[in-house]
C-alpha cells in the first residue's frame, strides 16, 4: 500500500493511497462542512461544501470526490472558501422552506449545523416560499418535501444499502423533488421494505419517523457506514471496529 | 445544363420553402420539360435564411453564375423556371428582380467554406449524391492506409479544437482516448446544439449528414472504436429524419464497415450539450453531469474511454484530410486555426449562416457581410457567453481574443443587440433560460440562477439598489467558482460581461431612506 | 468598571408580529437583569415601560417578531430612524419563522418579511427563542461599548 504526503492549509499529513481530500481533512482534524457526503454512501459532489482550493488546479475540488495526489497543497480556510460557504447555505436556506422551531429535526439537523459551521446568523437572500407537499402516506415514516435540500442522501441510500431504490429525482432545476416509485404516494411503493435508511440517511426533517415529533428526532447518520463496514468486511459494530 | 436548387432546411420549410419546391416542380411539369432537363434538386442551408425561401439558380454554361432569390411567392414558380432555361438574371422591369440576391455581396463573398463546402449543393437525402461529391473518399483512404496514429498526427497539426465551444485540441484528445490501456472504445457526436441563436450544427445534421458521418467514421477508426453514437436534440425533427435515412442508406451500402452507429434522441434538455450528462442520458439515466476527472476520454460512456465530439468538429475532419493539415493550419490566426461557422441573429438584415476564417473581425462578420448598423454589442457564447460592445467590435475573433474580452466564441451564435436594448434585461434572459435548464444537482446552480434572476429582475425595473448590486456579483463570483458543470459555470457569465461593458445601466441605485437591505 | 464612568445605555425592547417568547427568554436572565440596569435605562418596552411612542436617541433597541402588517412596518421605520443598534432578536425577527408560514398561502405582496427586508438590521440573534445565555452574550459587550461576536453552535444555532 503506497503512502502519500500533501498538505493541508500549511501542515504536511501522510495518508494511504486510495484516501480523499475530505477523508484527509477529517483525519487532521480540518473542519470541513459538508451536507451530501454520508460515509458509507457514493460521493456525489452536489452540495459544494466540500470545496477546497487546489494549488496548481483551474478550479475548486470538492474533497468528497478527489482522491489525494502526491504532493498536492490544499487550502481550506479562505477568505473566499468561507464566503462561498456561506451564500451556499444561505441558497438552501432561501429555497425551501426551513422553519426550525416547528420541526422534528430541530436540534439534531445538518443544515442547523452547517449554519452553525460557516456563521451563519441570517441570510441575505430572497425567500422563495415554494408550494412544497408532504406524504404522509407511509404507515411509519413521511416525507416533508418542504425540508428537503436535495442532497440525494436517501436515494443513495434506498439504491445502495437496501438496493430498494424506491426513491429518486424527478424534473430539473428548482423543480426537482424527490419521488417515490414512478412518482407515487410513498405507502403505495411496494418496492419499499420499511427499513428506514433513508430516515437514518436524511440530514434535515425532511424524511422522519411519525412516532418523533417536533425536536424529537433521533438522529442516526452513522447507520450507513455501519453497514457498509458489515457489508464489506461482515462485522457489526458490536464485533469491534475494522483495522 | 441549367439547374434549380431549393434550400429544404428548417428556416426556409418555415418561410414556405415546400411549397415554392412543389410549385416549381408543377411549373416545370406545365413547361413539358422532363425532370432531366431541368434539374429540380432540393439541398440544404443557402445560407441568407432572413430572406428565405431561397433558391438558386445554376447557368448551364460551365462557370456560369449562381443566381440567387429569396422569398418568391409559388405563383411566381414559372417565372423562375423560365429564368432558369434562358441562363440570365431578371430584368430590371421583372418582377423578379425585387427578388435577386447579390450573389457577390460580402455575405457571401467573404464566406470560406470547409465545413459547409458542400452544404447547399449535395442533397442531404442521397448517399450517391454524397458520394459523388468525394464524400466517404477520406473514410476509404484511411482505412486503405491503416495508420491511425498518422490520421491523429495530422489533426493535430492542424490546430483543429473543439468547436462546440470549450475549443479542447481535437488531435490531443483523439490521442488521449487513442492511448488508453486496451479494451473497447466509443465515440459519441455531440449533436445537442442547445444554445439559444445557434444553428450551426442543424444546419450540417439536416444538409449535408453524410459529411457529418464520414468525420465520426473517421474518428472511430483513428481511436480504434467500433461503437458510436450520435445525441441529437428532440427539437430537430428534420435533423433526426435526416440522420437516420443516411444511417439506413450506409448499413445498406455497407459502407460502415464493422462500425455499429446508432442514434440517440434527446429529451429537451440543454444540460444534455453538457458531455457527462449526455453519456448518462445515453446510458438510460437522468442527464446529470457529474464530477471530472476523470473525463470521458479516460473514462466515459459504460465505463469505456470515449471520444465526444461536436458536429462542427468533426464535419471539419474530411476537409482537412483531404486538403491537408498545413493547408488548414495556414487559416485562421495565433492559437485559433481554421475556419469558424457562425449562425447570425438578432438585429440585422442578415441572419443566417456564414463560415469565415478565424482571426476575422466581429465587425467584418456583422456590419460588412451582416449589413448591421445601430449596433449596441454582440453576444457571442450564447448563455456562457458575453456581449462585445460596438466600440471593440474590430477585436479578431478567436477563443483567446473573445476570452480576454469577457466573453468566449462559444459554439458559433452571434446574436446582434441593438441600440436601446437594455443589457439588464438581455442578462435577465439567458439567466432564467440558465434557471429553467439547470439539471438541479449542484446547490449553486439549482438555487443561484432562480435568486440572480430575481436580481437582474430588480434592476430590469429600475428598482436595484446598491446593495443589490453587491449581492448580484458575489453571488455570480460564487456560481461560477462553485458550480459543478459549465452550466452554471457559464451561466453568470452574460451578467459579468454586461457589468464589464454596460455597468452604468446597473448602477441606477433607488436611494432608501430607510437604508433598507436587499428584497424579502 | 463602574456604572458611572460612562453614559448609561438607552436600551429598548419592541415585540412586532412575534409571539413574546423571546421577551420571555429576555426575562429569564433573572438577576443578571439588576446587572443590566446598573447600565442601561430601559425607554421603551412591551414588558419594562409604559412609554406610548418609541422615543429618540436609543442605542440599542431589541426587536423581536416579524413584520406582518402596516403598524409593524411603521413601527420598525421609526425604531431605526431612532435608534444607533437594530438588534434582530429571534428567528422570526430574522427569517420570518413561525409567523411567516402564512406566506404558504399568501400572493407575494401580502407575505411576512423579515426585519431586514424593511430596514438595516445590525445585529442578529438567532432562536426560537435566543436563550437567555445567548441574549446575554449580545447584550453584556453592548453594555461596555464592545461589538458581540456570535459564534459556535450555543450562541449561533436556529430553533
Same mark, same amino acid.
Given at each position: 500500500m503506497t503512502?502519500?504526503?500533501l ?7 501522510a ?12 483525519q487532521r ?5 459538508t451536507l451530501c457526503?454520508? /460515509?458509507?454512501?457514493q ?10 482550493e487546489l494549488?496548481g ?6 474533497a468528497c470526490?478527489?482522491p489525494?495526489?502526491e504532493?498536492?497543497?490544499v487550502?481550506?480556510?479562505t477568505?473566499?472558501?468561507r ?11 432561501a ?29 441575505r ?13 407511509h ?8 425540508r428537503c ?21 424527478a424534473?430539473r432545476?428548482?423543480h426537482c423533488q424527490?419521488?417515490?416509485?414512478l412518482?407515487?404516494?410513498?405507502g403505495?411503493?411496494e418496492?419499499?421494505?420499511?427499513c428506514?435508511?433513508?430516515?437514518d ?7 422522519? /419517523?411519525k ?6 428526532r433521533?438522529?442516526r ?17 458490536n464485533?469491534g471496529?475494522?483495522p | ?9 428548417s428556416?426556409?420549410?418555415a418561410a414556405?420553402?415546400?411549397a ?10 406545365d413547361?413539358?420539360?422532363?425532370p ?8 440544404g442551408?443557402?445560407?441568407l ?6 433558391? #438558386?439558380?445554376?447557368?448551364?454554361a460551365?462557370?456560369?453564375s449562381? *443566381?440567387?432569390y429569396?422569398a ?7 417565372e ?9 438574371? #431578371? ?7 425585387a427578388?435577386?440576391?447579390?450573389a457577390e455581396?460580402?455575405?457571401f463573398?467573404? %464566406?470560406q ?10 442533397d ?13 473518399s ?5 482505412r486503405?492506409?491503416?495508420q ?8 493535430r ?5 473543439g468547436?462546440?465551444?470549450a475549443?479542447y485540441?481535437?488531435?490531443?484528445? !483523439? ?6 490501456p486496451?479494451?473497447p472504445?466509443l465515440?459519441?457526436c455531440?449533436?445537442?446544439?442547445g ?16 459529411r457529418?458521418?464520414e468525420?465520426?467514421a473517421i ?10 453514437y450520435i ?7 428534420l435533423?433526426?429524419? *435526416? ?7 450506409l448499413? %445498406?451500402?455497407?459502407?460502415?464497415d464493422?462500425?455499429?452507429l446508432?442514434?440517440?434522441v434527446?429529451?429537451?434538455?440543454? $444540460?444534455c ?9 445515453i446510458?438510460?439515466g *437522468? ?6 476527472p476523470p473525463y470521458?476520454?479516460?473514462q466515459?460512456? &459504460?465505463?469505456?474511454p ?5 458536429v462542427?468538429?468533426?464535419a471539419?475532419?474530411?476537409a482537412?484530410?483531404?486538403r491537408?493539415?498545413? !493547408? ?5 490566426t ?7 461557422? &457562425?449562425s ?6 442578415h441572419?443566417?449562416?456564414v463560415?469565415?476564417?478565424?482571426g476575422t ?13 445601430g449596433v449596441?454589442?454582440? %453576444? ?5 457567453g ?26 458559433g451564435g ?9 443589457m439588464?434585461?438581455l442578462?435577465?434572459?439567458?439567466m432564467?433560460?440558465?434557471?429553467s ?5 449542484? $446547490?449553486?446552480?439549482r ?11 430588480? &434592476? ?23 458550480s ?8 453568470p457569465?452574460?451578467?459579468?460581461? #454586461?457589468?464589464r461593458?454596460?455597468r452604468?445601466?446597473?448602477?441606477q ?12 | 468598571?463602574s456604572?458611572?464612568?460612562? +453614559? ?5 425592547t ?6 413574546s417568547?423571546c421577551?420571555m ?6 438577576d ?11 425607554v421603551?418596552?412591551p414588558i419594562?415601560s409604559?412609554?406610548k ?8 433597541v431589541?426587536v ?13 421605520k421609526?425604531?431605526r ?8 432578536l429571534g428567528?422570526?425577527?430574522i427569517?420570518g419563522n ?5 406566506n404558504?398561502? @399568501? +400572493? +407575494? ?5 423579515p @426585519? ?8 442578529f440573534?438567532?432562536?426560537c ?8 452574550a449580545v @447584550?453584556?459587550p453592548l453594555?461596555?461599548g464592545?461589538?458581540?461576536?456570535l459564534?459556535g453552535?450555543d450562541?449561533l444555532?436556529?430553533?
Amino acid at each position: 500500500m503506497t503512502v502519500l504526503t500533501l498538505a493541508i492549509d500549511g501542515e504536511s499529513l501522510a495518508v494511504p493511497d486510495g484516501t480523499t481530500l475530505l477523508q484527509a481533512c477529517r483525519q487532521r482534524g480540518v473542519p470541513l462542512p459538508t451536507l451530501c457526503h454520508l /460515509d458509507g454512501l457514493q460521493p456525489v459532489g452536489a452540495c459544494r461544501l466540500c470545496l477546497l482550493e487546489l494549488e496548481g488546479a483551474a478550479r475548486l475540488v470538492p474533497a468528497c470526490l478527489t482522491p489525494v495526489a502526491e504532493g498536492m497543497v490544499v487550502r481550506s480556510d479562505t477568505a473566499q472558501l468561507r464566503a462561498f460557504r456561506r451564500l451556499t447555505v444561505e441558497l438552501l436556506f432561501a429555497e425551501g422552506n426551513h422553519v426550525c422551531a416547528v420541526c422534528v429535526a430541530n436540534g439534531a439537523c445538518e443544515l442547523q449545523d452547517a449554519a452553525v459551521a460557516v456563521g451563519l446568523d441570517h441570510g441575505r437572500l430572497a425567500q422563495q416560499w415554494p408550494a412544497r407537499a408532504v406524504d404522509a402516506s407511509h404507515p411509519r415514516f413521511g416525507l416533508d418535501h418542504n425540508r428537503c435540500i436535495l442532497c440525494t442522501r436517501c436515494v443513495r441510500a434506498c439504491d445502495q444499502l437496501e438496493g430498494a431504490h424506491v426513491w429518486d429525482v424527478a424534473n430539473r432545476g428548482s423543480h426537482c423533488q424527490i419521488i417515490a416509485g414512478l412518482d407515487q404516494p410513498w405507502g403505495s411503493v411496494e418496492a419499499c421494505t420499511s427499513c428506514g435508511h433513508c430516515v437514518d440517511a436524511c440530514p434535515t426533517g425532511a424524511l422522519f /419517523d411519525k412516532q418523533e415529533t417536533c425536536t424529537e428526532r433521533q438522529a442516526r447518520p452513522q447507520r450507513a457506514a455501519a453497514l457498509r463496514q458489515a457489508r464489506d468486511h461482515g462485522r457489526w459494530h458490536n464485533q469491534g471496529v475494522v483495522p | 445544363m441549367a439547374r434549380i436548387r431549393c434550400c429544404t432546411a428548417s428556416s426556409c420549410r418555415a418561410a414556405g420553402g415546400q411549397a415554392l419546391l412543389q410549385a416549381l416542380e408543377q411549373a416545370r411539369r406545365d413547361q413539358g420539360l422532363a425532370p432531366g432537363a431541368l434539374p429540380i434538386k432540393a439541398v440544404g442551408c443557402l445560407r441568407l435564411c432572413a430572406r428565405g425561401p431561397l433558391v #438558386a439558380l445554376d447557368a448551364a454554361a460551365h462557370g456560369g453564375s449562381q *443566381r440567387l432569390y429569396g422569398a418568391v411567392p409559388p405563383d411566381r414558380a414559372p417565372e423562375l423556371v423560365q429564368l432558369a432555361l434562358e441562363g440570365h438574371a #431578371a430584368g430590371d422591369g421583372s418582377s423578379l428582380a425585387a427578388h435577386g440576391i447579390d450573389a457577390e455581396h460580402p455575405f457571401f463573398a467573404l %464566406q470560406q467554406p470547409v465545413v459547409l463546402e458542400a452544404l447547399g449543393l449535395v442533397d442531404p437525402e442521397s448517399l450517391d449524391d454524397a458520394l459523388a461529391q468525394g464524400t466517404y473518399s477520406q473514410l476509404q483512404r484511411c482505412r486503405a492506409d491503416g495508420q491511425p496514429a498518422q490520421l491523429r498526427a495530422c489533426i493535430r497539426r492542424s490546430g483543429l479544437r473543439g468547436r462546440g465551444g470549450a475549443g479542447y485540441p481535437t488531435g490531443l484528445k !483523439w490521442d488521449t482516448v487513442a492511448l488508453q490501456p486496451p479494451g473497447p472504445r466509443l465515440v459519441v457526436c455531440n449533436a445537442d446544439e442547445g444554445d439559444p441563436g445557434a444553428f450551426m450544427d442543424r444546419a450540417v445534421l439536416e444538409g449535408d449528414p453524410h459529411r457529418l458521418l464520414e468525420g465520426l467514421a473517421i474518428a472511430a477508426f483513428a481511436v480504434g472504436a467500433q461503437l458510436g453514437y450520435i445525441y441529437l436534440r428532440a427539437e430537430y425533427p428534420l435533423a433526426i429524419a *435526416r440522420l437516420r435515412l443516411a444511417l439506413q442508406q450506409l448499413r %445498406q451500402r455497407g459502407l460502415l464497415d464493422g462500425l455499429d452507429l446508432q442514434l440517440r434522441v434527446g429529451a429537451g434538455a440543454y $444540460v444534455c450539450g453538457e458531455e457527462t450528462a449526455l453519456l448518462a442520458s445515453i446510458a438510460g439515466g *437522468r442527464g446529470t453531469p457529474r464530477q471530472r476527472p476523470p473525463y470521458p476520454a479516460q473514462q466515459g460512456l &459504460f465505463g469505456c474511454p470515449t471520444l465526444i465530439n461536436n458536429v462542427e468538429t468533426l464535419a471539419a475532419v474530411p476537409a482537412i484530410l483531404r486538403r491537408g493539415a498545413d !493547408w488548414y493550419a495556414a487559416l485562421g490566426t495565433g492559437n485559433s486555426r481554421g475556419t469558424k461557422v &457562425f449562425s447570425l441573429s438578432g438585429a440585422l438584415p442578415h441572419t443566417g449562416l456564414v463560415e469565415v476564417p478565424m482571426g476575422t473581425s466581429l465587425r467584418t462578420v456583422v456590419e460588412t457581410m451582416g449589413g448591421a448598423s445601430g449596433v449596441k454589442a454582440v %453576444q457571442t457564447g450564447g448563455p456562457a457567453g458575453g456581449c462585445i460592445p460596438a466600440a471593440l467590435l474590430d477585436v479578431p475573433i478567436a477563443y483567446e481574443t473573445l476570452a480576454d474580452l469577457g466573453s468566449m466564441l462559444g459554439s458559433g451564435g452571434m446574436v446582434v443587440l441593438p441600440e436601446g436594448l437594455p443589457m439588464p434585461q438581455l442578462a435577465r434572459y439567458f439567466m432564467r433560460f440558465c434557471a429553467s435548464e439547470s439539471c438541479g444537482k449542484c $446547490v449553486p446552480c439549482r438555487a443561484g440562477t432562480v435568486q440572480l434572476e430575481q436580481l437582474l429582475g430588480r &434592476f430590469c425595473e429600475g428598482q436595484g439598489t446598491a446593495d443589490d448590486l453587491q449581492q448580484l456579483e458575489q453571488l455570480c463570483h460564487m456560481v461560477q467558482a462553485t458550480s459543478l458543470c459549465g452550466l452554471g459555470q457559464g451561466a453568470p457569465n452574460p451578467v459579468l460581461g #454586461a457589468l464589464r461593458h454596460f455597468r452604468h445601466e446597473f448602477e441606477q441605485h433607488r436611494l432608501e431612506a430607510d437604508g433598507a437591505g436587499s428584497a424579502p | 468598571m463602574s456604572p458611572s464612568s460612562r +453614559p448609561r445605555l438607552r436600551l429598548a425592547t419592541v415585540w412586532l408580529a412575534g409571539c413574546s417568547g423571546c421577551h420571555m427568554s429576555l426575562l429569564d436572565l433573572d438577576d443578571w437583569l439588576f446587572e443590566l440596569a446598573r447600565f442601561a435605562d430601559v425607554v421603551y418596552s412591551p414588558i419594562a415601560s409604559d412609554c406610548k411612542t418609541f422615543p429618540d436617541n436609543v442605542d440599542v433597541v431589541l426587536v423581536e417578531g416579524a413584520v406582518a402588517n402596516a403598524d409593524n412596518l411603521a413601527l420598525a421605520k421609526r425604531l431605526r430612524r431612532c435608534s444607533r443598534v437594530v438588534v434582530a432578536l429571534g428567528d422570526c425577527a430574522i427569517s420570518g419563522n413561525v409567523t411567516a408560514l402564512r406566506n404558504l398561502c @399568501l +400572493p +407575494p405582496l401580502q407575505r411576512v418579511v423579515p @426585519l431586514q427586508a424593511v430596514i438595516r438590521v445590525d445585529l442578529f440573534v438567532p432562536g426560537c427563542p435566543p436563550s437567555a445565555a445567548r441574549i446575554r452574550a449580545v @447584550l453584556e459587550p453592548l453594555l461596555h461599548g464592545r461589538w458581540p461576536q456570535l459564534a459556535g453552535p450555543d450562541l449561533l444555532r436556529f430553533g
